[in-house]
């Protein structure tokens, strides 16, 4: 079965500190992937998506991830993080040719110490 | 903000009892999900409806839940003779249409089986 794998399930860092988050996905064919972000009390939101081109994919408030194929790796970057990243982030695959139905990771709880 | 909105926000009932949510997409886009997520889980796909039709549906979908979309803009889940193991946080989302588009998600639906 298809699934989507995030290594970690609470991270917790200082302010400035550097951020990835690792997500692996198990689907051989073409993929669209995407971060999504879930600040406390408030509902998913998209932080970035790759569908094709350039693999490093930046979105908003200094994030980026890495699409790694070989790998099949898709990895949340930020230089330095802030207080105000708390949040839980979510890795999602879309198979090209599905009906557009996302498969999620079980999501990293981020915890950022002021 | 008009995104997506659901309603209620959160719902208390007994086992057995039918339930009722409500799902208003963005306006324009003719796509919608509706999702479940449990503790410590990312999203599961439920249900997928392009306009009033609906496309797909998860096997996680028993014959005790129903969607529908009859004129192609809000949407609603009911789950008949609930049971303890419903109990979730039910999410909405909707898209445009065309193969690089993202969903929106509502805030969800919190069920809650006594």
């Known amino acids: 079965a298809q699934s989507v794998s995030q290594h970690n399930h609470h991270v917790i860092l200082s302010e400035a500190a550097s951020l990835e988050l690792g997500c692996n996905y198990s689907y051989g064919g073409t993929v669209n992937l995407f971060w999504y972000v879930q600040y406390p009390g408030q509902h998913l939101q998209l932080l970035l998506k790759?569908?094709?081109?350039?693999?490093l994919v930046k979105g908003i408030k200094g994030f980026e991830a890495e699409f790694i194929k070989s790998k099949f790796s898709f990895n949340l970057r930020k230089p330095s993080v802030q207080w105000s990243d708390t949040a839980e982030y979510f890795c999602?695959?879309?198979?090209?040719?599905?009906?557009?139905?996302?498969?999620f990771g079980k999501g990293t709880k981020l915890s950022v110490k002021p | 903000d008009t995104g997506v909105s659901q309603d209620p926000r959160h719902k208390i009932t007994k086992r057995g009892q039918n339930v009722t949510f409500r799902c208003d997409p963005i306006s324009e886009h003719n796509r919608l999900y509706w999702y479940r997520q449990t503790l410590g889980q990312g999203p599961e796909f439920l249900t997928y409806f392009q306009n009033e039709a609906q496309l797909e549906k998860s096997r996680l979908l028993s014959d005790r839940f129903s969607a529908e979309r009859p004129k192609g803009s809000f949407s609603t889940l009911e789950i008949q003779r609930t049971e303890q193991g419903d109990s979730a946080m039910y999410l909405c989302?909707?898209?445009?249409?065309?193969?690089?588009?993202?969903?929106?998600f509502g805030d969800g639906t919190r069920l809650s089986i006594l």
């Open positions: 790759y569908f094709s081109g350039d693999p």
């Open positions: 989302a909707s898209s445009l249409g065309g193969t690089e588009s993202s969903q929106h």
């Open positions: 999602a695959v879309k198979r090209l040719g599905s009906q557009g139905n996302l498969i």
